[in-house]
């Protein structure tokens, strides 16, 4: 092998690679991480868990490039037989090509599964950027395309990594989430302040509402987070999970994983009532986000939803100093309470060449669509309109 070979191979389990080695890509930079979620912590919890592996569609076929020996560059890779658990949509495509004689399944996914959170698809490590994510797109290509695969899709990767592998001839998708965005506010009330009066009074009557259900709000972290409030919030995520999706992706000894290595990464905000938990949000912390996961509950209180999942997320991001809360896949609701539309992004490529011709055509136009959708709900946010004439 020349000094300059880049070596590409797939591990069909994270005990195959040293936890260090991981991180030093994953994570490179000392303190917290940008996002928890290609961590090897996390992402071996959900292997050791089994919420990915045999019978659940989410196959793990993890990268990793080495040069000389030395890796700089993995992806969390998966195998998938099925299309759930993405929040990238591609049901319709699926259809379609199977539709015209194709098998559209198995396919290849770099992602964080079950996690509609933008980060990092291509982990390097610093200094083998360029390097190591061509050779872990040219990898993945190269692995679909000899193994004919239909298909391989990179989902929430950075705006940076679309733009990237778009040059590499990938074809870029954009969708969208709503976001709120931290200007540097004291505190709520400050917040609150930049909405029209209309909506500030909404929120205030909602969350004196929410916070008068006849218990407290526990807002737990680190050390914090016991057992016993895992046994509480898997009640509220299987029945989140049953109603969203049939059956949840999570399994339970997910959480227990989570108790051991994840705490730390970790906001879990429940409410009680009389030492009884009834509803619980989890959220995830990164260096500079928030990340809004799951909700649940067993009882309705009203506005308790918006309190336990936006406001009290809103309240830990002031109170800590981060730039944003992500409050997760869909939801135009969150509008009114001051989480603005944003563009997410992912990368798609096909093996069959009048299929991707047609997906690509497709693409343009949905772009565009989202775009225009965007800027028509930003338009529509809680925010006081700023006078253009006055402002002159």
């Not at 509609?116 to 872990?136: D, I, Q, W």
């Not at 918006?306 to 109170?319: P, S, V």
Request: charged share 20%.
């Amino acid at each position: 092998m020349s000094q300059d070979t880049v070596e590409v191979t797939i591990l069909n389990s994270l005990r195959d690679i040293d936890p260090q080695d991981w991180d030093a890509c994953a994570c490179p930079d000392a303190g917290r991480p940008q996002d928890p979620f290609t961590t090897y912590r996390f992402l071996k919890a959900l292997e050791e868990s089994g919420s990915v592996g045999a019978g659940t569609g989410w196959q793990p076929r993890y990268m990793q490039a080495t040069l000389n020996g030395q890796i700089i560059a993995v992806a969390p890779m998966y195998a998938k037989s099925h299309s759930q658990g993405e929040y990238i949509f591609d049901h319709n495509w699926a259809h379609a090509y199977e539709q015209a004689g194709g098998r559209y399944y198995p396919k290849l996914q770099i992602a964080v599964p079950h996690t509609p959170a933008t980060g990092r698809r291509f982990l390097t490590k610093p200094g083998h950027e360029v390097l190591g994510a061509s050779a872990l797109v040219q990898g993945a290509v190269q692995i679909a395309s000899d193994n004919q695969l239909s298909s391989l899709h990179i989902t929430f990767c950075t705006e940076d990594e679309a733009a990237a592998g778009a040059a590499m001839g990938l074809m870029p998708r954009s969708s969208q989430q709503f976001h709120w965005f931290n200007e540097g506010y004291a505190d709520f009330d400050a917040f609150l302040a930049e909405l029209s009066s209309r909506k500030r009074k909404n929120i205030r009557k909602e969350r004196a509402t929410a916070n008068g259900f006849g218990g407290e709000i526990l807002m737990l972290t680190g050390a914090q987070i016991l057992p016993e409030h895992w046994d509480a919030f898997w009640v509220f995520y299987q029945d989140t999970g049953a109603r969203k999706w049939g059956t949840p992706y999570l399994t339970r000894s997910f959480f227990d994983r989570a108790q051991d290595v994840l705490r730390d990464d970790m906001l879990l905000v429940l409410a009680q009532i009389d030492g009884r938990y009834v509803a619980g949000a989890l959220n995830f912390i990164g260096r500079d986000a928030l990340y809004g996961r799951y909700w649940g509950c067993i009882e309705d209180h009203p506005c308790l939803h918006f309190e336990l999942c936006y406001y009290r997320a809103i309240e830990f991001a002031i109170e800590h100093g981060l730039s944003r809360v992500e409050a997760g896949a869909q939801g135009s609701h969150k509008l009114a309470r001051g989480y603005l539309p944003v563009t997410t992004h992912s990368l798609h490529w096909v093996g069959d060449s009048g299929f991707s011709e047609a997906i690509e055509r497709y693409l343009e136009a949905e772009r565009d669509a989202v775009d225009g959708e965007i800027e028509a709900l930003t338009s529509y946010g809680p925010f006081k309109k700023i006078d253009v004439e006055e402002q002159e």
